[in-house]
C-alpha cells in the first residue's frame, strides 16, 4: 500500500527519480593492462597516483588497485558518459606513458535499493 508521501509524488517526478537512480547506477569500470613498453617508472607511478587522487578529490572515484593474482589492476569511477569515462581513461599517466593500455566497461549496479535492477520480487 502506498505511504501518503508516495501518493503525492506525480508520474513525471517519480520518471525523474527513477532515472536519477538509474544515473546513480551505473559505473565504469577502467580494466587497466600492461604494454610490452611495461615498466616500474616511479614517476609515472606517482603522476597515476594523483590522478586517483583528483579523480577521488572530486568524488568520481569508486574503488581501485592493483589485480593480486595477475598484471594489470582496475579502477571504477562514476562519468556522466561512457564518454566521459573515456577521457578520463585516457589521461591516466599510465595510458599517456603507454605502459598500460586499457578496455573500458559499463557496469550497472545491482543491489537491494534498485530491486536487483528491478527484477528482485518485493
Known amino acids: 500500500?502506498?505511504?501518503?508521501?508516495?501518493s503525492a509524488i506525480t508520474n513525471e517526478e517519480e520518471s525523474r527519480l527513477s532515472e536519477k537512480q538509474?544515473?546513480?547506477?551505473i559505473c565504469y569500470v577502467i580494466l587497466l593492462s600492461p604494454t610490452a613498453q611495461d615498466r616500474?617508472?616511479?614517476?609515472?607511478?606517482?603522476?597515476?597516483?594523483?590522478?586517483?587522487?583528483?579523480?577521488?578529490r572530486s568524488g568520481q572515484l569508486v574503488l581501485c588497485g592493483p589485480f593480486s593474482d595477475s598484471p594489470g589492476g582496475m579502477v571504477i569511477i562514476?562519468?556522466?558518459?561512457?564518454?566521459?569515462?573515456?577521457?578520463?581513461?585516457?589521461r591516466d599517466p599510465?595510458?599517456?606513458?603507454?605502459?598500460?593500455?586499457y578496455e573500458l566497461r559499463t557496469w550497472g549496479l545491482?543491489?537491494?535499493?534498485?530491486r536487483h535492477m528491478g527484477i528482485a520480487a518485493d
Open 40 to 56: 616500474r617508472d616511479m614517476d609515472i607511478i606517482r603522476a597515476h597516483v594523483r590522478h586517483l587522487q583528483e579523480l577521488e
Open 94 to 101: 599510465y595510458v599517456l606513458s603507454g605502459i598500460r593500455s
Open 78 to 90: 562514476r562519468a556522466g558518459s561512457r564518454e566521459e569515462a573515456a577521457e578520463i581513461a585516457g
Open 110 to 114: 545491482s543491489h537491494e535499493g534498485n
Open 22 to 25: 538509474a544515473e546513480e547506477d
Open 1 to 6: 500500500m502506498p505511504t501518503k508521501r508516495a
